[in-house]
């Protein structure tokens, strides 16, 4: 054996497998978009979750291929004694893939398993106590988005925020928006864009607002945005997608050029949809 060869052909092997997993993959998803929609699945997004209702048309055939995906890629297990639903699963999902309309990304390709507890769950975190000592303690949590394909919610809030008034809150929204920031394996309240030009006005709008939040929440003034945001850069990222598909006239009125590097992140303008809510 030409032992040039034998150095090449390793990687170029590796390639044709990789091409040949992503060809296929592609295939079993164009047949999944395909299906009939089920009309139980309609009736449960009409009764259920507002979001839904509000879109064009246009949006709602292109989510339901999106949910069809989704729904046959991710796991969902109860925990807490809680059995997972149809409902359930399709409430989540809806509300997850509504983040990747209208762009060619990957539908969370580090995501794998959605654990869904009946309300709250503690969770148990590590609070600095200074000079590098740390104290474990244990606080409620409504949501959690892992780095290793794990997504966690409570059914309870989900249920009740997906049939509220836009209100600015939704926990799928939120948990869903730190994986897409966790995509290049960071959480830092910016996601991997489709243009590199866009860092650099993503930076400075979402920068200036976000010091405008902190300088806020620590007068503990009150703020159109919530000042949870306030928290961290990831947290900041996930709040605002909240209030820009929750609130969107108002942030568009107070926050325009952030709106207008969300509507160009995500390629949707939620204002419109106001005349099917």
């Not at 009736?43 to 949910?67: C, E, M, W």
């Not at 989704?70 to 807490?80: D, H, M, Q, Y």
Request: glycine fraction near 6%.
């Amino acid at each position: 054996m030409n032992p040039l060869w034998a150095i090449w052909a390793i990687p170029a092997i590796g390639f044709g497998i990789w091409g040949w997993y992503h060809r296929n993959r592609q295939k079993k998803r164009d047949r999944l978009t395909q299906l009939p929609w089920p009309a139980s699945w309609e009736k449960i997004l009409q009764s259920q979750v507002t979001l839904y209702r509000r879109l064009p048309s246009i949006y709602k055939k292109q989510l339901q291929g999106l949910i069809q995906i989704f729904l046959a890629e991710k796991r969902f297990e109860g925990c807490g004694g809680l059995t997972i639903t149809e409902e359930m699963r399709i409430v989540i999902a809806a509300q997850a893939c509504v983040l990747l309309l209208n762009r060619k990304i990957p539908l969370y390709p580090k995501l794998e398993t959605i654990l869904v507890y009946p309300q709250a769950f503690v969770a148990k975190v590590a609070q600095e106590q200074g000079w590098g000592t740390y104290v474990e303690k244990e606080q409620a949590r409504l949501g959690e988005s892992w780095h290793h394909g794990i997504v966690v919610l409570a059914w309870d809030h989900i249920k009740h925020e997906s049939q509220d008034i836009p209100n600015g809150h939704n926990v799928v929204l939120h948990e869903f928006a730190h994986q897409l920031d966790q995509e290049d394996g960071r959480s830092d309240g910016t996601p991997l864009m489709e243009n590199n030009s866009h860092y650099v006005s993503w930076s400075k709008h979402l920068g200036a607002v976000f010091e405008e939040l902190q300088e806020t929440a620590a007068k503990h003034l009150p703020s159109f945005i919530d000042t949870y945001g306030a928290t961290n850069a990831a947290e900041f990222f996930a709040v605002i997608t909240e209030t820009f598909f929750e609130k969107s006239q108002g942030l568009k009125n107070k926050y325009p050029e952030l709106y207008e590097e969300l509507k160009t992140y995500y390629q949707l303008d939620p204002i419109q949809w106001r005349e099917n809510s």
